[in-house]
Structures are given as structure tokens and as C-alpha cells.
């Protein structure tokens, strides 16, 4: 799945979130979102399946071509987007209402895929797949990466992370965001190590974040 982004722009209600933001992703890849707290990356990601609309006030403009098709165009239902463009939070608690198991389960039963025993089986398949199985003893971070690189055989896949060593390991390409903007992007090894911008490399060295 190839991914392009061309002047998207978001917003809080008044607040602007981000500014004209023109990006490709790959297929078949990993690309990791860095940068401060508050710099878009989040609300950027919740761009690509549309989910950034479901909060209140806020709206989004321009395209998010998805192998080809502008998921934003009118004809498109944003459920449909969600079904195919999935989002892993932070938290396993996506519904914080509801237990874990719901919140996997959810889709599976919305979709009419399994019941019973056989949903059982597949929660707990999906929960040891994303490697949250064994969360509550083991936040599982080399588990998540290690899966992220199976994942990207079949899978495009962008991530957000605080932490540089993580990017450095299983991204290949990592987009800098600032203030709701893209200072810089490109191949892992070069905005790490050769950086093109000043505030990119402050962030990279830790000078500021």
C-alpha cells in the first residue's frame, strides 16, 4: 500500500494542527514519525484513516492517496477506510469504557467474523501477535519491534516514537515534525546521522524535546 500525502492541513477548531503537509510512504515499509510532544505527529497518523475527523470541531483539507485513491474524496465511507488502514495505540484501551478483550474484539464482531470459542482463540491470537499479550509483566519493546519488521513484509506501517534508538532500528525512513510541520524527512540512517537541518539535528542530539 503506497501513501501520499499532498497539502493536508487539520485543525482543533481554530487551533492548526498541521501545515500543508506533503509526504510519500512506501510500501511495504516502516517510516517513523519524530518530534516533540504536540508537534502533529498523532493527529497526522489519525489523518490516515480518518479517524482525526471523528473528534469534535475538529476538520481536515486536502488529499490522502491511498495506492491511488484520495481517501477524503466524497464518494469514500470513512468506515470502510478504517477497515483497511488500522491504528495500534499506545494504550491497549482504545475505549477506555471497555476491557481490553472488547476493544479487540470489537471488529471482529462488528465484521461478523467469529464467535464464541473461535473469537476467544482469535483475541488471543491478535493480543500474543501485537505483543500485548504479555504487557502487564513486560512493556515487550523488543517484541514490537521484532514484529514490525515481520509485519512490513505484507504490511505498510508508520510510527510514532519518542525514542530515537527505536527508530534508528526498524525504520527506514523518519519524517521530523515541528509545530505542525515537516522539517525534514528521509532515509533513517541520514536524518540521523547527517541531518540537513539545524532543528533537526538539535532534536536527534537531544538539545531540545
Known sequence: MAIQVEHLNAWYDRT???HDINLEIAPLSVTALIGPSGCGKSTFVRCLNR????IYGARVQGKVLVDGVNIYAA???????RRH??????QPNVLPTRSIFDNVAMGIRLNGLASGKELNDLVEHSLHQAAIWDEVKDRATLQIEELMTTLKRNY????????MQQAGRVADRTVFFLSGRIIEEGETSQIFSRPE???TEDYVTGRFG
Open 75 to 81: 464518494s469514500i465511507i470513512p468506515m470502510y477506510v
Open 85 to 90: 488502514i488500522g491504528m495500534v495505540f499506545q
Open 156 to 163: 505498510t506501517i508508520v510510527v510514532v516514537t519518542h525514542n
Open 16 to 18: 492548526q494542527a498541521l
Open 197 to 199: 537541518k539545524r532543528e
Open 51 to 54: 479517524l482525526h475527523e471523528e
